[in-house]
């Protein structure tokens, strides 16, 4: 995704209407971090609605499925704002890429991870990403790790320690594919928001944002249907909701956010912002699933967005 020129900041409508246009960024923050909290908070909503969705689909249907209906939806979105969905010959390796990184890897992964973990366990997990994404960001983009950028990072990583411990998460033979999975996952999509910076697609974002999801979930989908028995027309009403919930906030919404984000901010900062997502998880999943919450859990949260709320201002 090509890395836009500085103009002078707007309103949030204006942002929101400069990433539709693929017109040139702000030279502001604000809407880069504006961009970011609406894709934690979508993605940190999704991990209790694809653990409830997991009664009534299989992993890789539901993971692939959401995604390819999504990625029609965000390309109508496209040629509503007359962005040109065309790739250029010499960007499809580059698009496969990272369409596997950011979205095959974490949508199959995570999806699969969920089968053997908790909703607010398996979130945490997801995102040691930054810790992965600050490491590689350093040989990658040259990207200078400052010493209040690092006190952010390890404030972070500290509270998703807590929080692991907090939840009590086991390392058991029971547990430990899904937190193979999730590890995995989050490395592989650290690994494509790094190389996304390095080597940024020449597409308008939402052309990007539709290709990549598309591409990326495609071959979940297709694992899906041959390897699973999904029957979506059984669906329960709530679980009608829940799939529009996800295909609508988590694609057409939250992607288009965090690829507006990794845009306007650095590497590392993007990706320590993330840690939001399991704050939001795990909260959503203890009110909606009954998964635990307790004084250790909202004191390791609060380290968190502090850690967070540090790397922004660095």
């Not at 993605?43 to 692939?64: A, F, I, M, Q, Y």
């Amino acid at each position: 995704m090509p890395l836009n020129k500085p103009v002078e900041a707007g309103s949030l409508a204006e942002s929101i209407s400069t990433v539709s246009s693929g017109a040139p960024a702000p030279r502001s923050r604000l809407p880069g971090l504006l961009f970011l909290l609406t894709t934690s908070v979508g993605w940190g909503l999704n991990w209790p609605v694809t653990k409830r969705l997991l009664d009534e689909l299989p992993p890789l249907s539901l993971r692939g499925g959401t995604g390819v209906i999504g990625a029609f939806l965000i390309a109508g979105i496209a040629v509503a704002f007359k962005q040109k969905l065309k790739v250029p010959p010499g960007q499809w390796p580059r698009l496969i890429m990272l369409s596997v990184l950011n979205v095959t890897s974490w949508m199959a992964l995570m999806g699969l991870a969920l089968v053997w973990l908790p909703a607010s366990e398996a979130a945490v997990l997801a995102y040691t990403m930054p810790v992965w994404a600050s490491v590689l960001a350093w040989p990658i983009l040259g990207e200078r790790i400052s010493l209040v950028r690092v006190i952010a990072l390890l404030m972070a990583l500290a509270g998703l320690v807590a929080l692991m411990g907090g939840s009590g998460i086991a390392a058991s033979m029971e547990k430990l594919p899904g937190i193979v999975l999730a590890l995995v996952g989050a490395f592989a999509f650290a690994l494509g928001t790094v190389i996304a910076k390095r080597a940024p697609l020449s597409l308008p974002p939402l052309a990007a944002a539709a290709w990549q999801v598309g591409i990326g979930c495609l071959p979940v989908a297709i694992a899906g249907l041959i390897f699973e028995s999904p029957h979506i027309s059984a669906l329960t009403p709530l679980g009608w909701w829940l799939f529009a919930y996800s295909v609508l906030m988590q694609f057409c919404v939250a992607y288009v956010c965090w690829f507006a984000a990794l845009e306007r901010l650095p590497a590392s900062v993007a990706a320590i912002g993330t840690t939001l997502v399991p704050v939001i998880g795990v909260v959503a999943s203890a009110i909606t699933l009954g998964e635990p919450l307790g004084p250790g859990q909202i004191a390791a949260l609060v380290f968190i967005i502090a850690g967070v709320m540090l790397a922004t201002r660095s």
